[in-house]
């Protein structure tokens, strides 16, 4: 699956992974030593997130159902507990520095497999 940012027209991921069930969102990026640049993984439903068992920072944008930024945190530390995103249905994680500061909310994000 692969993410556009739509002001811009720019791929923020191409290779995105989907977590839809409760234990794929559960276990998330635990575990893992890093995710190489283009990948991603979109949360769904996924309203709060956390980087326990994480080895590395990450980027995280918490999206309405119709694609619409709410929320986005970037460089997020492992060990850290996100705040809780009311009307947010999806969150795409990426490797920490990935958006420098390029998506902000109110931005719209297309995944093609929606």
Not at 17 to 22: F, K, S
Not at 63 to 92: A, H, I, Q
Not at 100 to 107: A, I, L, P, T
Request: hydrophobic fraction near 40%.
């Amino acid at each position: 699956m692969k993410c556009i940012l739509k002001r811009t027209g720019e791929t923020l991921a191409d290779d995105i992974e989907l977590a839809n069930t409760y234990f794929t969102r559960l276990k998330g990026l635990m575990f893992r030593r890093g995710l190489a640049a283009g990948k991603g993984l979109l949360l769904d439903p996924c309203p709060q997130i956390h980087t326990c068992c994480m080895r590395f920072d990450i980027d995280a944008v918490f999206v309405d159902k119709n694609g619409t930024v709410l929320y986005v945190k970037e460089n997020m530390k492992p060990w850290r507990f996100g705040r809780f995103v009311r009307g947010s249905r999806r969150t795409l994680e990426l490797s920490g520095g990935t958006l420098k500061g390029r998506v902000k909310e109110g931005d719209e994000l297309v995944f093609d497999s929606f």
